[in-house]
């Protein structure tokens, strides 16, 4: 009887000491809510699995070059500000003038302001723009680690994907959408760990996006 009971308790502590390891699926699902409240299934998305740690890394190199070539914009910028304001300031001016006296003269005036404020804005946007695409979605993206798998979502945007149950992984994804005569790019990069558990599900949508302030995005950008 001793013999059978120990026999028991070695085999349950076998079992035990597997609980929590081996592989696991990872079920998912990419799609978006428009301001409608509609659902955009998104097909055909690649969905990489990232090392986490070295995804980390790779985030942290891009935004300490961001931060650096953003430092450099900044005096330019500012300057670029302060012409865009004093010429929005001589806008109001000659326009007040023009108002109360509608000569030719002060009319012209008010015209040459109006260019001096078009020209200063012209250069500030570029400027501006510059500054933004170092904090986008597209510079963290092209600088990441080689993936450990990936897979392509169905018709559906749905998704599966094998795990170690104890690894913390980033999965990777991008799609882009057609509105008009826009298209729109969207960018998840979402820290991921099956917890030890042998099945998850995982949405990613609006509310996980880069551009959103989710906890589980790995990076936070604009766009």
Not at 45 to 62: F, G, Q
Request: hydrophobic share 40%.
């Amino acid at each position: 009887m001793k013999s059978l009971m120990g026999l028991f308790l070695v085999s349950c502590c076998f079992a035990c000491s597997g609980c929590g390891r081996g592989r696991g699926k990872l079920d998912g699902h990419v799609f978006l809510v428009t301001q409608d409240g509609q659902n955009v299934k998104l097909g055909l998305v690649d969905v990489r699995v990232l090392p986490y740690e070295e995804t980390k890394n790779s985030i942290a190199k891009t935004k300490a070059h961001a931060d650096e070539e953003v430092a450099k914009l900044q005096p330019q910028m500012e300057a670029a500000r302060k012409t865009v304001a004093s010429a929005k300031a001589n806008v109001k001016a000659m326009k007040t003038k023009s108002d109360s006296n509608r000569s030719r003269q002060a009319m012209d005036q008010y015209a040459a302001a109006l260019r001096t404020e078009i020209s200063a804005l012209s250069e500030l946007a570029p400027l501006q723009e510059s500054a933004m695409s170092w904090n986008s979605g597209a510079k963290y993206f092209a600088n990441l680690p080689a993936p450990v798998s990936s897979v392509k979502t169905d018709a559906d945007g749905k998704f599966s994907i094998l795990l170690d149950r104890t690894a913390k992984i980033v999965l990777a994804a991008t799609a882009t959408r057609r509105l008009g005569d826009k298209t729109e790019t969207y960018y998840w990069l979402v820290a991921v760990s099956l917890d030890g558990q042998p099945n998850k599900m995982i949405f990613l949508s609006n509310d996980n996006l880069a551009t959103s302030d989710s906890r589980d995005s790995v990076v936070h950008v604009v766009e």
